[in-house]
């Protein structure tokens, strides 16, 4: 897949707001299986999540995610999200949940959204590359090294999801792969 003029978005100008005035997040789970099985249940130990590093140094790892905007539907702002971050590609399946959180500084309060990503394809070349890290890790890894709650339960949702239904009953929205063009686009 060539994604061509993809640059991460800036700015707060078309960010979406809840009736609480609380900016809304969203994001995605990147996924992968370690090894094709003729297996139709999935163990935790066959699934790799992707993390990223935080933009400022030594703040740790986390899953893509970031503003939606008033321009896209969710889905498609979740795939942005984690285009524009991790640097991959994949199919946004039906969203994980929603969370009320807090800033780091306790300043500010989220409403975060948070889907699964099952990748299909690693871009060499993505718009945050040179400003953070990413990272294929174990699931017990991941519940280790992310520092934020609201995101180890979203991580505990999608491994409960994929343990407990056969491989072939795991639903995409077809919606946000069909507007990857709007990613590239934006």
């Not at 993390?51 to 970031?66: D, E, M, N, S, W």
């Not at 989220?110 to 299909?120: D, N, S, T």
């Not at 294929?136 to 994929?162: D, F, G, P, Q, T």
């Amino acid at each position: 897949m060539e994604l061509k003029n993809l640059s991460a978005r800036t700015g707060r100008h078309l960010q979406r707001y809840n009736l609480l005035g609380h900016r809304q997040i969203v994001g995605c789970i990147p996924y992968r299986y370690r090894s094709p099985r003729g297996a139709s249940v999935v163990d935790e130990e066959d699934i790799e999540v992707l993390v990223i590093t935080a933009q400022r140094k030594g703040k740790g790892v986390l899953f893509p995610k970031g503003g939606w905007e008033i321009d896209e539907s969710i889905e498609e702002a979740a795939l942005r999200e984690t285009v524009e971050e991790a640097g991959v590609v994949g199919d946004v399946q039906n969203k994980l949940g929603k969370w009320s959180f807090n800033s780091k500084n306790r300043e500010s309060f989220y409403e975060g959204h948070m889907f699964p990503l099952l990748v299909k394809e690693q871009l060499e070349i993505w718009p945050e590359r040179d400003i953070r890290q990413r990272l294929w890790i174990s699931v017990r890894e991941a519940r280790r090294m992310c520092e934020y709650r609201w995101m180890k339960e979203a991580l505990e949702l999608l491994v409960n999801r994929l343990t407990s239904q056969p491989k072939t009953e795991m639903v995409s929205l077809p919606r946000a792969a069909a507007n990857l063009a709007l990613v590239a686009n934006a």
